[in-house]
């Protein structure tokens, strides 16, 4: 019987290619999956923490997701995606090749959320921000989403290139600090800090809004764009951005560092300056 509790699963009976898993912790969290012979999870590099003897780890080239039929071609266009978007070239597969159950676990590299979403329930598709991905059962692919919108792109600051998670099974991805999920009405707003927008249904429309002013703009510390997000759709917010606790560390630890607010921009130095990050 499945659980109502949206950090843990249990498989349920007639659904093909159903892991199951636990996530645990709290500002340092990590998800441990539990695997029949002959499952497999596909994680980033890096995201590895343990596993059971029995469960085999191959490196693969690409997002993991082919069915080997694609051939070299195919496999190196996945590959590339996955380096656009800010990932490895290569992902690691573990498979369970013994009998009974096993278990492999994997952990965010910063403190902060692994949100587990069912694509499925989604449409069959997530966008989110660039090396979000953390794991997911075997056959999620790893794509693509480019903003369509130039000045999104320039001043969002995500830039025009995000992560698109296509598939039916679960993944799990990861988020910083403390994590809000907002349900979005047909035609609801929702104005957020560019660098605190972590994920989106494609049915969300993304693009900016001025914060305001010539004063909020130079003196309220927010950048000169919100990130403006118009349902239907999910939404989710994270409060801390990896940037924004590194510009801290590098503030605290180099007096002349300064601070980061956001997550960057395609301009650099102006953008940052833009976004709000300078």
């Not at 695997?35 to 693969?60: C, N």
């Not at 909020?216 to 999910?234: D, H, I, S, Y």
Request: hydrophobic letters at 45%; aromatic letters at 8%.
């Amino acid at each position: 019987m499945a659980s109502n509790n949206p950090w843990r699963h249990m498989r349920t009976a007639g659904i093909a290619d159903d892991i199951d898993f636990e996530i645990k912790g709290h500002e340092l969290q990590f998800v441990e999956i539990e695997l029949d012979p002959g499952e497999s999870a596909v994680a980033e590099a890096g995201a590895f923490v343990w596993k059971d003897g029995t469960i085999e780890m191959t490196t693969v080239f690409g997002d993991g997701s082919e069915t080997g039929d694609e051939g070299f071609m195919g496999k190196l266009l996945g590959a590339g995606k996955r380096l656009v978007t800010g990932a490895s070239l290569f992902t690691t597969v573990f498979t369970h090749r013994g009998t009974g159950k096993a278990r492999v676990a994997f952990a965010a590299p910063v403190p902060g959320t692994i949100l587990p979403l069912k694509l499925s329930d989604l449409g069959g598709s997530l966008i989110c921000q660039k090396e979000s991905f953390l794991a997911a059962a075997r056959g999620v692919s790893i794509g693509i989403a480019f903003q369509r919108r130039i000045m999104t792109g320039l001043f969002g600051g995500e830039g025009f290139i995000m992560q698109r998670l296509e598939g039916d099974g679960w993944v799990f991805v990861q988020m910083g600090g403390t994590l809000v999920e907002r349900e979005l009405a047909p035609g609801e707003e929702l104005h957020v800090d560019t660098g605190c927008l972590a994920a989106y249904t494609p049915s969300v429309t993304f693009d900016l809004i001025a914060a305001g002013g010539v004063k909020n703009v130079l003196f309220g510390g927010e950048g000169m764009f919100f990130a403006r997000l118009t349902g239907p759709g999910k939404v989710w917010i994270q409060s801390l951005p990896f940037a924004r606790l590194a510009g801290r560390v590098v503030a605290a630890a180099m007096p002349a560092g300064g601070h980061n607010r956001g997550e960057g921009s395609a301009l650099g130095i102006l953008g940052d300056f833009i976004d709000g990050n300078r």
